[in-house]
C-alpha cells in the first residue's frame, strides 16, 4: 500500500523559513508527480508545487505564482522523497499543507492518486 508521510510545519513568525518533507513509501514507479497542495480555512485547496520523477531523474518543476521566488521544490528520488523549501513566509501562507502523488503522470494537474495526511504551517505577524 502507497503510503506518503510528511514532517516539517510548524509555527513561525512572518519571514521565517519551513522546509516540508513528503516521503512515499510502497511504490516501486518509475515515472510519477509529486506536488504540494495547500488549504487554508474557508478557502478551497490549492497546488502549490509540483516535481515530475522519470527512470530515476527529476524531470519538470511547477511552482504557483503566489509563492515564486519564496518557495522551492525539489526531490531525493532515490528515497522517493520531496521537500518544499519555505522561506519569507506570509501569514498569508497560513495552511495545511498536502503532499499528494500522480503515478505515472509528468505533472500535477490531473486526478490525485494518493494523498498525505497534510501538515499544519502556520506564520505569525
Known amino acids: 500500500e502507497v503510503q506518503l508521510v510528511e514532517s516539517g510545519g510548524g509555527l513561525v513568525q512572518a519571514g521565517g523559513s519551513l522546509r516540508l518533507s513528503c516521503a512515499a513509501f510502497?511504490?516501486?514507479?518509475?515515472?510519477?508527480?509529486m506536488g504540494w497542495f495547500r488549504q487554508a480555512p474557508g478557502k478551497e485547496r490549492e497546488g502549490v508545487s509540483c516535481i515530475s520523477s522519470r527512470h530515476g531523474s527529476t524531470g519538470s518543476t511547477d511552482i504557483a505564482d503566489s509563492v515564486k521566488g519564496r518557495f522551492t521544490i525539489s526531490s531525493d528520488n532515490a528515497k522517493n522523497t520531496v521537500f518544499l523549501q519555505m522561506n519569507s513566509l506570509k501569514p498569508e501562507d497560513t495552511a495545511v499543507y498536502y503532499c499528494a502523488l500522480f503515478i505515472y503522470r509528468s505533472n500535477c494537474r490531473s486526478a490525485v492518486d494518493y494523498w498525505g495526511q497534510g501538515t499544519q504551517v502556520t506564520v505569525s505577524s
Open positions: 510502497g511504490f516501486t514507479f518509475d515515472e510519477y508527480a
